[in-house]
């Protein structure tokens, strides 16, 4: 983005035109004095063209990383098959996978990928409980503390982890939404991150979408949910 316009001015010249004067008239006076020792008008400047982006060093950013749901919340439920081991709480004789035990491990393994390689981050939560690692009573209570742990953190970008369930099966893959409203750089955060999970994961690429929910409308960061 261009952040200013150079205003070039433009310079004008006047010519004096010569008088053809009688015998009867004083001379003419003297013609003015040779400009050939003053140095030449400097160019005018060039607009300049668009800024290269701003390249910031990893501890220079501060992540937001929310996992969904959480506490007396489980999000979806998945059922698996008898003997299937998950690594995660065991839920309902081993039988149940919840949303938020994914959501919160896969949000610890991003951390420490991103800490490893220099980045600082905040959890909106780190255990089973809401956001903060508090309870609550409402899910908008919850959902506004995620916000605003982000926003009083000064967090530079904001990433809620997610993980949808379909009851029929029919609809499956990957896909990350951003505001409807979303800046610029929420869209290109959006974008970037489908694009690499898409080519990572290989799940069916179901795009980048647009959406109310409140963690992306009541950020101050570019945000995205996945």
Known sequence: MIRGLVLLGAVIATAVPAIALGDDVPPPLEPPASRASEPPPAPPAAAPGPEAPVVRRPDELLIAIDPGHGGADPGAIGVLPPGTRT???RRRGGRALLEKDVNLDVSRRLQRWLETRGYR??????RDRG????PYRREGEDLARRSRIANEAGADLF????????????????ETYHFYVASTGGRDLARSVQ????ARIGLPNRGVRRAGFHVLRATTMPAVLV
């Open 121 to 126: 981050t905040i959890m909106t939560r780190t």
């Open 195 to 198: 694009e690499r999970m898409i």
């Open 159 to 174: 990433i809620s982890v997610h993980a949808n369930a379909s009851l029929t099966g029919a609809f499956r893959g990957t």
């Open 87 to 89: 690594g995660l709480t």
């Open 131 to 134: 956001a903060g690692d508090l």
